[in-house]
């Protein structure tokens, strides 16, 4: 009765071991080789804040994101904005990543395009409080992204945007 599973499992095994002999192989010798994604604007990674084309922070404090969120991860303090084209915005923007489960609903409820999830997956942190991102840290994430990854808002991939 118990043979069977076995020598099913052992077939499906021994098929992958001489894929890996052929040179069809599974194993990226990470950090060396990067991962290859399919489509990494779908891909979602590491938050970050976008800036506007004045390089201020792109969020009107809205709360939006944060209402959203089904995981409580996100905690925004708005203040009064110093320019005349937006009434607030965020004096504090602060995400847990430890606490985040990437589902995108904040990029999904953002009517601005202020946040949105990237492709960095390699997320580490030897603390809890190297993985609570705040504003600077978010803003320094587009920093890293946006040559690789243009914000969606303008190269027309945003889901469910302008339809």
Known sequence: MYLTPIIDGLTITLGHFFKAAKG????????????????????????????DDA??????????????????????????????????YPQSFVIDE?????????????????????????????SREEMIFDKEKLLSVYDQTIAAEPMKSRSGHAAGKGA
Request: proline letters at 7%; aromatic letters at 8%.
């Open 24 to 51: 069809d192989t599974f194993t990226v010798q990470f950090p060396e080789e990067r991962p290859k994604f399919g489509n990494p604007l779908i891909y979602r990674g590491v938050h970050r804040l976008n800036k």
């Open 98 to 126: 430890l606490r985040c489960i990437f589902c995108g609903m904040c990029e999904e409820a953002c009517p601005v395009d202020a946040i949105e999830l990237t492709s960095m997956f390699d997320l580490t942190g030897a």
């Open 55 to 88: 390089g201020r922070v792109k969020c009107v404090a809205c709360f939006m994101c944060a209402t959203a969120c089904p995981a409580h991860c996100i905690d925004i303090v708005g203040a009064q904005a110093p320019w005349e084209d937006r009434e607030k």
